[in-house]
């Protein structure tokens, strides 16, 4: 096909520079308009155009367009401030005081995030990711069921892990795809620390996977508009002082029943 297009081009030149056209099929050349061949060149320049534009429509096809990585970073910064600030102030903190956090523009934060829907999502979806890479980093540096779920449980609080439940709890789609499939993986890994951790004996039995989440929630957390100067300090101390109280042997008899999966998607 592209030989062709190549040769009918050339034909149409080679009768631009004489003024002749070949009339079909009779490979007799003959004068058009007054000899000057500007029909021809025309025409000559229409087929030159073809034959370009069908061997670039492929590239051109091909071409995917990536963000720049300013744009990405600032995407980043956002979601990075926002996730602190839903901790610090709760889930309804002014978009401006993000973007003041993040250190962008308002344009800037609406570009990416056009209302405060798509950016709870975002920080949701990725609070729930990270926490769960802590959880697999866990398990492969600790030999120690334990020390693995100590380790991620830390890792856990540095995420903000605390910041998904105010926002999770107000108007907000929580059985979008992306989100479900991001909190099963997430569950999935936690139940994997905590199984293991029993079955080598190192973990009460009285307490599931819902007993850790909830307590990782609330302690994580503060209270929203305080806004306490230097809370991340006491945060790991009582964190460690939780995991010490998930050791064996118990030292006492926990009222109620083990928190579950199912206790907290029904709640």
Same mark, same amino acid.
């Given at each position: 096909?592209?030989?062709? %297009? ?42 030159? &155009? ?21 744009? #990405? ?5 956002? %979601? ?23 250190? %962008? ?11 405060? =829907? ?14 769960? #890479? ?6 492969? =540096? ?32 929580? *059985? ?5 499939? &991001? ?30 989440? %909830? ?23 009582? #964190?460690?002082?939780?995991? *010490? ?23």
């Amino acid at each position: 096909m592209g030989v062709a %297009v190549k040769t009918v081009a050339k034909g149409a030149a080679q009768a631009a520079v004489t003024g002749n056209t070949a009339q079909p099929g009779t490979g007799r050349a003959t004068r058009t308009g007054n000899g000057t061949g500007s029909a021809t060149r025309a025409d000559t320049g229409r087929v030159a &155009e073809a034959a370009a534009g069908k061997s670039a429509a492929p590239t051109a096809s091909c071409r995917v367009a990536r963000p720049r990585a300013d744009a #990405l970073r600032n995407r980043e910064r956002i %979601v990075s401030a926002a996730r602190e600030l839903f901790v610090e102030f709760g889930p309804d903190v002014a978009l401006d005081d993000v973007a003041r956090r993040a250190g %962008v523009g308002n344009a800037t934060l609406y570009r990416n995030f056009p209302d405060r =829907a798509a950016l709870t999502h975002e920080v949701v979806l990725a609070v729930t990711s990270r926490t769960t #890479l802590r959880a697999e980093e866990a398990v492969a =540096a600790e030999s120690d069921p334990f020390a693995a779920l100590s380790r991620f449980v830390h890792a856990a609080a540095d995420e903000r892990i605390g910041a998904l439940c105010p926002m999770i709890s107000g108007v907000f789609d929580r *059985d979008h795809p992306d989100l479900l499939a &991001e909190r099963d993986r997430l569950e999935e890994a936690v139940a994997g620390l905590v199984t293991r951790a029993q079955s080598a004996g190192r973990l009460r039995t009285d307490i599931a996977v819902g007993d850790v989440l %909830v307590a990782l929630s609330q302690l994580t957390r503060p209270l929203p508009g305080i806004a306490c100067q230097g809370i991340d300090r006491f945060t790991h101390r009582h #964190l460690q002082l939780f995991l *010490d109280g998930l050791e064996t042997p118990a030292r006492s008899e926990l009222p109620g029943s083990a928190a579950t999966l199912e206790d907290l998607r029904r709640s």
